[in-house]
T-cell receptor, first 114, second 111 residues
Framework: DSGVTQTPKHLITATGQRVTLRCSPRSGDLSVYWYQQSLDQGLQFLIQYYNGEERAKGNILERFSAQQFPDLHSELNLSSLELGDSALYFC?????????????FGPGTRLTVL | DAKTTQPNSMESNEEEPVHLPCNHSTISGTDYIHWYRQLPSQGPEYVIHGLTSNVNNRMASLAIAEDRKSSTLILHRATLRDAAVYYCILISGGGADGLTFGKGTHLIIQP
């Protein structure tokens, strides 16, 4: 158990809909990362937050947005969903979000768009 | 981040040491070398990381070449639970970025 929790575990929805994925980092970790893992693209970094502020952006679509709240939990919002958005979404956390920090990954949310 | 090159797959026997190589010839002076692994149906798991010196922890050892252009992850005594995809990743010291996962090495452990 990494100490990172993600809800829900599974989500099934239809194209055009909007969903919110939630992540609680390990106690004491200030930085949160979101990753997407699909069969054709592999694991891709989406976005990073540090202490409530966006720090880095990866391959995140404009239809996707995220935020980190004062209690440090984070939410990833996916809107106007397409079939290709079906994937595993992982959240990770680290202490300071620096290059020397290890990242601890949650168990993921499996999103299926029908 | 600089790129890494790993073999697509490797096979080893249970209870034997495993040496997983990684080439990173364009590494910069501030890049950390991280190793993560992903077991089937699970999220990635941190294994080890280093900057210049060799590192040991309860899971593995990391041997870094003197010129830092390559590194080797060493599992001292592989078990069936070590069967996973292993990723070698470089990340700059500033760290204001996520991990860039390549295809990794699929490690197969034979009983």
């Amino acid at each position: 158990d990494s100490g990172v929790t993600q809800t829900p575990k599974h989500l099934i929805t239809a194209t055009g809909q909007r969903v919110t994925l939630r992540c609680s980092p390990r106690s004491g970790d200030l930085s949160v990362y979101w990753y997407q893992q699909s069969l054709d693209q592999g694991l891709q970094f989406l976005i990073q937050y540090y202490n409530g502020e966006e720090r880095a952006k990866g391959n995140i679509l404009e239809r996707f947005s995220a935020q980190q709240f004062p209690d440090l939990h984070s939410e990833l919002n996916l809107s106007s969903l397409e079939l290709g958005d079906s994937a595993l979404y992982f959240c990770a956390s680290s202490v300071e979000g620096q290059g020397g920090d290890e990242q601890f990954f949650g168990p993921g949310t499996r999103l299926t768009v029908l | 981040d600089a790129k890494t090159t790993q073999p697509n797959s490797m096979e080893s026997n249970e209870e034997e040491p495993v040496h997983l190589p990684c080439n990173h010839s364009t590494i910069s002076g501030t890049d950390y070398i991280h190793w993560y692994r992903q077991l089937p149906s699970q999220g990635p798991e941190y294994v080890i990381h280093g900057l210049t010196s060799n590192v040991n922890n309860r899971m593995a050892s990391l041997a870094i070449a003197e010129d830092r252009k390559s590194s080797t992850l060493i599992l001292h005594r592989a078990t069936l639970r070590d069967a996973a995809v292993y990723y070698c990743i470089l990340i700059s010291g500033g760290g204001a970025d996520g991990l860039t996962f390549g295809k990794g090495t699929h490690l197969i452990i034979q009983p």
